[in-house]
């Protein structure tokens, strides 16, 4: 059986609700071996995405986590191909003051992975950021087990 570990690399627990007006500096987050058992059919692992605007880690990460098992799908299906596929994807999305996405692009483990995730974050809602449009950049990282 292969089992799939995504470090879903998001915003951090406790409740942390701070706004950023100015995107920090990228965070690096390893990737990390769920071991034996796992849970099925994948373990995500969070940590803080860099924001811009006005719109709280908490809000993205609940949307982003939300519709997971669609961006997870997009890994596996290059998976099935090449057994090997792994590393870290990076998207780059505006958030419209109506929550819309009006562009989204994905770069890091393929073309075909990166294409697939774009694609659905374009798709995803948001509430409204506070001030115009935020630009968040939201890191993924794949590894298969």
Do not use: W
């Not at 690399?9 to 034996?36: Q, T, W």
């Not at 796992?38 to 949307?63: H, L, M, R, W």
């Not at 419209?96 to 562009?103: F, H, R």
Request: proline share 9%; net charge positive.
């Amino acid at each position: 059986m292969r089992l799939l570990v995504i470090a879903l690399v998001g915003c951090g627990g406790g409740g942390d609700n701070r706004k950023i007006s100015a995107p920090p500096a990228e965070h690096s987050a390893p990737l990390v071996d769920a071991g034996e058992p796992a849970p099925e059919p994948a373990q995500t692992f969070t940590s803080e995405p860099t924001t811009g605007g006005q719109i709280s880690n908490d809000d993205v990460k609940k949307v982003m986590s939300a519709h997971i098992g669609k961006i997870q799908a997009c890994y596996e299906d290059q998976l099935k191909a090449n057994p090997k596929l792994a590393g870290r994807v990076i998207v780059k999305f505006t958030i419209e003051p109506k929550g819309n996405v009006s562009q989204a692009d994905a770069t890091g483990v393929s073309a075909e992975v990166d294409k697939c995730i774009a694609a659905i974050v374009k798709t995803l809602k948001f509430p409204a950021p506070k001030g115009g449009a935020a630009h968040v950049s939201y890191p993924f990282s794949f590894k298969p087990t």
